[in-house]
């Protein structure tokens, strides 16, 4: 079984400050790992995806990954926030080929002016 | 538009009634994802189907139901609805693979009074 724990569940920032959200995964066997952005009132969006080959990742919005296997973490960060970035931000992990993804509690960031 | 539609967007109910939630996945995916969505428990799995059959279950209460049909569209049907029921219930779909994560739809939040 895999798990996945967000280290943070509040992120505030001013805005073009960088930001990191962090996330730890746990899992017996090769993984897939995901991050997802709620915006308020709608449906988790897929923002970036780690497979295989390049521990770094680049997604939508300017957000970028580093998957790192020692520290089995996948920590997601952009350079300088937008305070449209505001929102919630879900990792996921999931085993190879089995389908279902195992979600963490999310990390609300909030950009301010 | 991510391609998943779930119906209704919104649903008030009363206590001990039933209601069904439907969810038409992106074209081509063949698995479906239910999952629910409050305040104190975050995003709880629910249940997974791949090609009409289930595959994986989570924390899904006996009076909650779902099934999908052959054209792949998925019911959810809660039962003896509970206050505490009220959430948003959203429903992914993928490959079913698990290597291009999942695409959400927008939700539907139900109100249980």
């Known amino acids: 079984a895999q798990s996945v724990t967000q280290l943070d569940s509040q992120v505030p920032v001013f805005e073009e400050a960088p930001v990191e959200l962090r996330c730890n995964y746990s899992?017996?066997?090769?993984?897939?790992l995901f991050w997802y952005v709620q915006y308020p009132n709608q449906g988790l969006q897929l923002l970036l995806k780690y497979l295989s080959g390049s521990t770094l990742v680049k997604g939508i919005n300017g957000f970028e990954a580093e998957f790192n296997k020692s520290q089995t973490s996948f920590h997601l960060r952009k350079p300088s926030v937008h305070i449209s970035d505001t929102a919630e931000y879900f990792c996921?992990?999931?085993?190879?080929?089995?389908?279902?993804?195992?979600f963490g509690d999310g990390t609300t960031l909030t950009v301010k002016p | 538009d991510s391609g998943v539609t779930q119906t209704p967007k919104h649903l008030i109910t009363a206590t001990g009634q039933r209601v069904t939630l439907r969810c038409s996945p992106r074209?081509?995916?063949?698995?479906v994802y239910w999952y629910q969505q409050s305040l104190d428990q975050g995003l709880q799995f629910l249940i997974q189907?791949?090609?009409?059959?289930?595959?994986a279950k989570g924390n899904i209460l006996e009076r909650f139901s779902a099934q999908q049909f052959p054209d792949l569209h998925s019911e959810l049907n809660l039962s003896s609805l509970e206050l505490g029921d009220s959430a948003l219930y959203f429903c992914?779909?993928?490959?079913?693979?698990?290597?291009?994560?999942?695409?959400f739809g927008s939700g539907t939040r139900l109100t249980v009074v």
């Open positions: 189907y791949y090609n009409g059959e289930e595959r």
């Open positions: 899992s017996s066997v090769s993984v897939y």
């Open positions: 074209s081509g995916d063949l698995s």
């Open positions: 992914a779909s993928s490959s079913g693979t698990g290597r291009n994560g999942y695409t």
């Open positions: 996921a992990v999931s085993a190879n080929n089995a389908g279902k993804s195992t």
